[in-house]
């Protein structure tokens, strides 16, 4: 196990630990490309998570620290499974799409729309659905089809949807 695993290893899911991670990773930036690898692995080893978790806070201080990992998140999302992983990262890529959208290319569009709405329709956390269809939200004008698909999937999953996906649903329904 390397220093850097090791380090990860003894973290945990409390805001304490995470801002330790990110101020660890302040101090040893050459580090931040590993932390990158691991959050987006797709494996649901502890080391992952924690990176996932880590990255979503070093991000989201400054969201523009997401741009030379940009078109390699895009990649990896349709590949993620772990929910513990897809939230965090489901958070960045709507975060960057809404800071950043009249700079990002119309094939990154399309696949936020793709993983948008698989992470939308097949079982998921309730978190990643909310950052899945509000990332649509922010792309229902980008191809013709999108809007009225993304209300009829929110439409169809609302009776049954819980009191969060609720919330977020009714804020896509005042379309």
């Keep these: 196990m ?16 995470r801002k330790a991670g990110v101020e660890f990773f302040h101090k040893h930036p050459e580090a931040i490309p590993q932390l990158f690898e691991w959050a987006t692995h797709g494996q649901s080893e502890r080391v992952h998570v924690i990176s996932a ?5 070093y991000v989201m201080e400054d969201i523009d620290r997401l741009t030379p990992y ?20 489901s958070k960045i890529c709507y975060n960057y799409l809404k800071t950043f959208e009249d700079q990002i290319s119309d094939q990154q569009k399309d696949s936020i729309l793709s993983t948008a709405f698989d ?13 899945a269809m509000k990332s649509l939200y922010l ?30 649903a009714r804020q896509i329904l005042k379309l």
């Design 119 to 131: 992470w939308l329709t097949e079982p998921a956390a309730v978190a990643t659905q909310n950052f």
């Design 70 to 89: 940009w078109q390699k998140l895009l990649d990896r999302m349709p590949s993620l499974t772990n929910e513990s992983i897809r939230r965090p990262l």
């Design 2 to 17: 390397s220093e850097l695993q090791e380090y990860l290893s003894h973290l945990n899911a409390s805001i304490t630990d």
């Design 139 to 168: 792309l229902r004008d980008h191809q013709d089809w999108v809007q009225e698909q993304l209300v009829a999937v929110v439409k169809s999953q609302y009776p049954t949807g819980s009191p969060g996906y609720k919330s977020a």
């Design 53 to 57: 978790w880590i990255f979503e806070m």
